[in-house]
């Protein structure tokens, strides 16, 4: 069940007003950012200020967490850009993620908004899933292909593609479904939803690479 939006900001600093603008500088030194009021206002048009939060949390991982929480409040705005800071941190500190692999494996599991599908399915090679969660994370993406949502299809595509890179054993059925994808060309349904120019050079790419 989503938890509310107060209750997750309450225990990390006092409340910023939705769309503030004020600089983290002088509350981060005082050690009371309020993550998720800093995320919260807009619309999902808008990253608002996920760079300020994604730079603060690389400094400060103790409060990854609250990300991690945030991608299940109510408000989807603040959702969203939980779901954006957690992916770009994740690139270059994917480490951090180790004690949240099957938080997130279920967040991306249970969620139907686009944008955390497709921030999900990026992040889910990084975070060193064991075995059994790769498994499922690859049978998670293989139906995250049929998503209506060309990123999420097309985020999908390209982390499958990662998890054959870390597992070779994985490289006969990935390529199977690659090839499927590039025979059917735009006469598939997740073609013809997505940019058919994009996949059919992602395939053309991720086959070559494949090529043991």
Partial sequence: ?????????????????????CALGADEREG???ILGVLAGGDRRSIGRVPEIVSFVLRNPEHLPV??????????????RCADAAEKISISRPDLFT??????LELA????????????????????LDTNQRNAGVQLLLEYLKDKSRIVATSSMSALFEFAQ???????????ILEHFAAEGSASVIV???????WVRLIT???RCLTP
């Fill in 67 to 80: 990300l991690i929480e945030g991608m299940e409040v109510d408000d989807e705005v603040v959702r969203m």
């Fill in 32 to 34: 009371i950012v309020d």
């Fill in 192 to 198: 013809q939803r997505a940019c058919s120019r994009d």
């Fill in 205 to 207: 790419d991720s086959l």
């Fill in 109 to 128: 599991q249970t969620s139907v908004q686009q944008e955390l599908r497709w921030h999900l399915a990026q992040m889910l090679p990084r975070v060193g």
């Fill in 1 to 21: 069940m989503a938890a509310a939006l107060p209750s997750l900001a309450r225990p990390f600093g006092r409340a910023f007003r939705k769309g503030s603008m």
């Fill in 166 to 176: 870390q597992d070779r054993q994985l490289l006969p059925r990935l390529r199977t």
């Fill in 99 to 104: 004690p949240f692999r099957l938080q997130l």
